[in-house]
C-alpha cells in the first residue's frame, strides 16, 4: 500500500477542518482529499460566496481563465461542508484534524484558531506537512529570505533536462511555495521512489512545524524579513533553519557561504553539508573561479570540475549567479555524477542549457517590451529593500546599463531597514516615485536623511506614476516597479490596469 493510500485510510473516521478554502494551499488540499474519496470535511473561507468566486479567480492564475470557472463550477459540487463569512470556523473545536494554510495566523478573524494550536488539543497539518509526509520519492527543500523561487525553478530544470538527456525517464514535480505551476499533491500517488520532488518552502510554511526535513535542504540566505511575524531576527532565523531539523545522517543540507548566517547555521551541519559561493572556494560544492563555474566534491574527483562559464547564464546579477550555484550544487547533490564521464558530461549540458535558457520568473525584474526606446522592468515581488536594491544592482551592472533609472515603489512596512537601498537610489535612481504607505515612508525618510531635496515624487496610484514617468522619460531611460515593501499588489494593483498592460498600450515606435 502507498504512502497516499495509507494516509486516506487513516482518515476515514476523522473528523476534519480545513481553513482558506480560497487560496492556493486549502484548495490544493481539499482537492487531494475529496479526489481520494474523503467527505467527511469542513472548508472554512472568510469571505462571503460572492467574494470567494472573485478570490479564488484572482489567486489560482496557474489555470486559465475558463479552467478557474470550471474548478469552481466542480468546486460547488463537492460532498463536504463549506462554510463562507458568517458560518466561519464554526465547529471546528470539534475537529480532529484542521489543515492550516501558511498565512492563516496574519488573519484577525482566525484569533479563535490560537488556543487550538498553540494547545495542541487538535491534530494539525498543512500542504507542507502532505508533500514531506506522503512523497514516495526524494525531496528538494529550498527556503531563504531571497532567491528561493528562483533556485527552485532552476533546480527542476536542470534535473528534468539531465534526466531527458540521460534518457532515465525519471520524472519531477515542483511544489510548495511556488504558485506558478499549481501544486503537485495530485500527482504523489504516480511518482516512483527514483522520481525527485522539488519544493519551494517559504518561512510561514517552516513557522507550521511541518515535523520533517526535505532529503535535500537549501538555504539560499537569511536576511532579516517577516521580523514581526517571529518577535524579531532570531525567531525568523529560527524558523529557517527548521527546514534542516529533521534530517537524518543520510540527508544532505546546502548553505551559501557568501552568506554569514547561513554560515553559521552550516557549522551544525558541517559532516553533510555542501556549499555554493560567488566569492571563494568551497570545500564540496558550487563556486566561481575567474569565468568558470566549478564543483569540487572529494568523493567523486580528486579536482574541480567546470560546469560552464559564468557568461552562459542569461540572467544579470550577481545574486542570480548566486541562485544558479545554489540551484546546481542542489540538483548535484541529488544525482551524484560519480566517475562515469557520460553522466557528468550529460550533467555539464543539462546546467549549460537551463542556464543559457532561463530568462527570469514573472514578476522578478521582468523585461516588458515596448516601442519607445524606454527598458520597463516589473519587480513586483521585491517586496524588501533588499530585493529592490539587487534590481537596481542588476541594472547598474548590464554591459550597457541605461542612462536613467525611474523607479515606483512604496507599500506598506515589515520593519525593516531602508538605509542600503536609499544610498542605492541617491547613487543609481535619477527619480523615485513613491505610493502611499507606511513603508514608503520610511523609504523617503532615509533617502532625505542622506541627501535633503533629493527628488522623491508622492503619488497616490499607480496611474498617477505612470503619468509623471511618461512625461518625464527620455529614449535610453530605464522605468523599474520595484516595490520595496510588502503589500503593493493589494493596495495599489488589484482590480486595476497593472504596469505591463500600461506598458503593453504604449503606442509602437
Known amino acids: 500500500m502507498s504512502k497516499v493510500s495509507e494516509y486516506i485510510a487513516?482518515?476515514?473516521?476523522?473528523?476534519?477542518?480545513?481553513?482558506?478554502l480560497s487560496g492556493i494551499e486549502g484548495y490544493a488540499v481539499a482537492s487531494f482529499l475529496v479526489a481520494h474519496g474523503i467527505r467527511n470535511i469542513v472548508a472554512h473561507d472568510f469571505h462571503s460566496l460572492e467574494e470567494f468566486r472573485r478570490e479564488f479567480t484572482k489567486l489560482h492564475l496557474y489555470l486559465g481563465r475558463k479552467q478557474r470557472k470550471a474548478a469552481l463550477d466542480q468546486l460547488a459540487t463537492w460532498p463536504i461542508q463549506i462554510r463562507y463569512q458568517g458560518e466561519?470556523?464554526?465547529?471546528?473545536?470539534?475537529?480532529?484534524?484542521?489543515?492550516?494554510?501558511?498565512?492563516?495566523?496574519?488573519?484577525?478573524?482566525?484569533?479563535?484558531?490560537?488556543?487550538?494550536?498553540?494547545?495542541?488539543?487538535?491534530?494539525?497539518?498543512?500542504?507542507?506537512?502532505?508533500?514531506?509526509?506522503?512523497?514516495?520519492?526524494p525531496v528538494i527543500g529550498i527556503t531563504g529570505s531571497l532567491g528561493k523561487s528562483t533556485t527552485t525553478q532552476m533546480a527542476a530544470e536542470i534535473l528534468m533536462t539531465f534526466f531527458q538527456l540521460n534518457g532515465s525517464g525519471r520524472r519531477v514535480?515542483?511544489?510548495?511555495?511556488?504558485?506558478?505551476?499549481?501544486q503537485a499533491l495530485a500527482e504523489l500517488e504516480s511518482l516512483q521512489p527514483h522520481d525527485v520532488l522539488v519544493l519551494e518552502m517559504s518561512n510561514r510554511q517552516l513557522r507550521l512545524d511541518p515535523e520533517r526535513s526535505p532529503h535535500i535542504g537549501v538555504l539560499t540566505n537569511v536576511l532579516p524579513n517577516h521580523l514581526q511575524e517571529?518577535?524579531?531576527?532570531?525567531?525568523?532565523?529560527?524558523?529557517?533553519?527548521?527546514?534542516?531539523?529533521?534530517?537524518?545522517?543520510?540527508d544532505r543540507s546546502v548553505f551559501n557561504a557568501d552568506d554569514p548566517v547561513s554560515r553559521e547555521i552550516r557549522s551544525a551541519y558541517a559532516n553533510r553539508a555542501f556549499s555554493f559561493s560567488c566569492e571563494q572556494a568551497v570545500e564540496r560544492g558550487a563556486y566561481i573561479f575567474a569565468d568558470r563555474i566549478l564543483i569540487t566534491d572529494p568523493d567523486t574527483s580528486d579536482e574541480p570540475r567546470s560546469v560552464m562559464k559564468t557568461t552562459d547564464l542569461r540572467l544579470a546579477g550577481?545574486?542570480?549567479?548566486?541562485?544558479?550555484?545554489a540551484a546546481l550544487t542542489a540538483a548535484y547533490v541529488h544525482v551524484l555524477p560519480t566517475n562515469d564521464e557520460r553522466q557528468w558530461h550529460l550533467f555539464c549540458e543539462a546546467a549549460q542549457t537551463v542556464a543559457r535558457r532561463f530568462a527570469g520568473l514573472p514578476g522578478r525584474m521582468e523585461h516588458v517590451p515596448s516601442g519607445d526606446g524606454v527598458l520597463y522592468y516589473y519587480d513586483i515581488k521585491s517586496t524588501t529593500p533588499h530585493g529592490t536594491l539587487a534590481a537596481l544592482q542588476t541594472l547598474v551592472s548590464l554591459p550597457k546599463a541605461p542612462e536613467r533609472f525611474m523607479l515606483i515603489a512604496g507599500g506598506d512596512d515589515k520593519g525593516?531597514?531602508?538605509?542600503?537601498?536609499?544610498?542605492?537610489?541617491?547613487?543609481?535612481?535619477?527619480?523615485?516615485?513613491?505610493?502611499?504607505?507606511?513603508?514608503?515612508?520610511?523609504?523617503?525618510?532615509?533617502?532625505?536623511a542622506l541627501q535633503t531635496g533629493y527628488p522623491v515624487?508622492?503619488?497616490?496610484?499607480?496611474?498617477?506614476?505612470?503619468?509623471?514617468?511618461?512625461?518625464?522619460?527620455?529614449?535610453?531611460?530605464?522605468?523599474?516597479?520595484?516595490?520595496?515593501?510588502?503589500?503593493?499588489?493589494?493596495?495599489?494593483?488589484?482590480?486595476?490596469?497593472?504596469?505591463?498592460?500600461?506598458?503593453?498600450?504604449?503606442?509602437?515606435?
Not at 111 to 130: C, D, I, N, Q, Y
Not at 173 to 182: Q, Y
Not at 425 to 438: E, F
Not at 476 to 487: E, M, N, R, Y
Request: net charge neutral; proline share 5%.
Open 88 to 137: 466561519y470556523l464554526q465547529g471546528i473545536e470539534s475537529a480532529d484534524l484542521i489543515y492550516l494554510s501558511q498565512n492563516w495566523f496574519a488573519h484577525p478573524c482566525n484569533e479563535p484558531l490560537r488556543p487550538l494550536v498553540e494547545s495542541g488539543r487538535v491534530a494539525l497539518s498543512s500542504l507542507t506537512k502532505l508533500y514531506l509526509q506522503l512523497a514516495p520519492c
Open 230 to 250: 517571529h518577535d524579531g531576527f532570531t525567531g525568523y532565523r529560527e524558523v529557517k533553519e527548521r527546514i534542516f531539523r529533521y534530517q537524518s545522517e543520510d
Open 318 to 325: 550577481r545574486h542570480n549567479l548566486s541562485n544558479l550555484l
Open 10 to 20: 487513516s482518515l476515514r473516521n476523522q473528523h476534519m477542518h480545513i481553513v482558506g
Open 457 to 509: 515624487t508622492p503619488v497616490q496610484s499607480l496611474q498617477e506614476a505612470w503619468q509623471a514617468v511618461q512625461t518625464n522619460k527620455k529614449a535610453g531611460d530605464a522605468i523599474v516597479l520595484s516595490p520595496a515593501c510588502p503589500g503593493f499588489y493589494s493596495m495599489y494593483l488589484a482590480g486595476t490596469i497593472g504596469f505591463k498592460e500600461l506598458v503593453n498600450g504604449l503606442p509602437a515606435g
Open 173 to 182: 514535480e515542483v511544489g510548495g511555495n511556488d504558485r506558478r505551476s499549481g
Open 416 to 448: 525593516l531597514a531602508y538605509d542600503e537601498l536609499a544610498q542605492a537610489v541617491i547613487d543609481h535612481v535619477s527619480k523615485v516615485y513613491l505610493l502611499p504607505g507606511a513603508g514608503s515612508e520610511r523609504l523617503r525618510s532615509a533617502i532625505l
